[in-house]
């Protein structure tokens, strides 16, 4: 019995051959894919698959272009990076930073998943686990960024990322991100939903996408205070990021942490997608938006559910687990 | 905001002399994790906000702050580790 292979599957994507690895990263002409959802919701749903990038999240192209413009502005020859992050802007930047021998340090908030530590260190990267409340006289939650702040002030060979107030960041998205769904959806998006984070994403993705048509619906999912979907930031408990242009945004929707890990679960199991569970959220927020008929949605799926198989297994409780 | 009455006896002592905070907290915290409760830490910071982030992250973390001094360019703490850390 023979098989025919669909013609769309033999396309030059099966000579695909890289260089090096930053090649893989995505842009207009090799961007993350954009993929159906048909079961955990109704209607023309995509998410964009950002951790099939190759540093595995949507961080790799805004950690990209801040290493780029920082070498455009400041230099990198001598230099020591500093990033205040979750965890996927350290890990895009520390392979990147390794590519160009530069030291890297990350300051995460305390708590995030020991996965995310081991990739960092792994990569080399020198990581400072941070209470959300080192700096008192800070808003809470901030205090990873306070730390690399008051890291880089102290000592001049010491130079910071700052993905909350690099604007490369929204460039990243801006050039890349928004571009590719605009071409993959073939100027059909009508939605577009992610997680809140830097800003970075939906500022980005956004301002390109109304300025293709105003009338894109672009939404913004934030998490309860006090939340466990990492990536994610609530605006009740961590300054506005400076480079959210909450202008842009057209629906603010709050997804708690039970709602966002129950659909995560369901996407492993029902689409066979092991996302993250930022991914979670903005597919739960999907599926409460009022989308008519005809309308397309996209999604950013931020990155997988690997680095998170801590934060999951307490959701699962004894499920899977043999009984006597 | 000086206290001389104060033991000044100290197990070990970190110098964040020209470190802005919170980044003397941060370094304190970790040097704390180092000695066994009921010995004492002598941190010397420069930055006034020392002065408040201190005492905050002592009251936080259950350890004990001693004694405050401030001479004319340095804050000098005195930190007792606590039981439960």
């Known amino acids: 019995m023979t098989t025919t292979i669909p013609t769309n599957s033999v396309t030059d994507r099966g000579l695909r051959r890289y260089a090096d690895v930053r090649d893989l990263l995505p842009d207009v002409d090799n961007p993350s894919p954009l993929l159906r959802l048909n079961r955990v919701v109704t209607g023309e749903v ?3 698959l950002e951790w099939l990038n190759p540093f595995g999240s949507v961080k790799d192209r805004a950690a990209a272009a801040i290493l780029a413009g920082l070498e455009r502005d400041v230099g990198l020859d001598g230099r020591h990076l500093v990033e205040a992050t979750s965890g996927n802007t350290g890990i895009a930047l520390a392979a990147l930073a390794a590519l160009h021998r530069i030291p890297v340090t990350v300051t995460v908030p305390e708590g995030i998943p020991e996965e995310k530590k081991v990739i960092l260190r792994m990569l080399g990267a020198e990581v400072w686990e941070t209470p959300d409340d080192l700096c008192p006289m800070d808003m809470p939650k901030d205090g990873a960024i306070a730390l690399a702040r008051s890291l880089v002030a102290s000592e001049n060979r010491f130079v910071l990322g700052d993905q ?9 998205h801006y050039t890349t991100t928004g571009p590719e769904i605009w071409r993959q959806t073939e100027g059909r998006v009508r939605w577009f939903v992610t997680g809140l984070g830097t800003g970075g994403t939906v500022t980005g993705v956004g301002r390109y996408l109304k300025e293709r048509d105003r009338s894109i619906k672009v939404v913004a999912v934030e998490p309860q205070p006090g939340h466990r979907i990492p990536g994610l930031k609530s605006l009740a408990e961590a300054k506005q990021p400076e480079i959210l242009d909450l202008d842009l945004i057209d629906e ?73 | 905001m000086t206290d001389t009455t104060h033991d000044q006896r100290a197990d070990a002592t970190l110098d964040c002399s020209g470190l802005l905070c919170p980044l003397p907290v941060y370094k304190a915290s970790l040097a704390l994790r180092q000695l066994s409760p009921g010995q004492v830490l002598h941190l010397v910071t420069t930055d006034p906000g020392a002065l408040e982030d201190v005492p905050a992250m002592a009251r936080q973390t259950g350890d004990t702050l001693l004694g405050v001094e401030r001479t004319e360019t340095n804050q000098l703490f005195w930190i007792e580790k606590g039981p439960h850390r």
């Open chain 1, 252 to 324: 603010l929707v709050r997804v708690d942490d039970e709602p966002a890990y129950d659909t995560t679960r369901r996407l492993w199991r029902e689409e066979a997608l092991t996302v993250g569970p930022s991914t979670g959220a903005v597919v739960a927020a999907i599926g409460r938006l009022d989308i008519g008929e005809e309308e397309p949605v996209v999604g950013i799926s931020a990155d997988s559910g690997f680095k998170y198989t801590t934060y999951l297994a307490e959701t699962l409780g004894d499920e899977g687990l043999p009984r006597p």
């Open chain 1, 46 to 48: 995509y998410l964009k």
């Open chain 1, 164 to 172: 909350y107030r690099n604007h490369d960041n929204v460039t990243a």
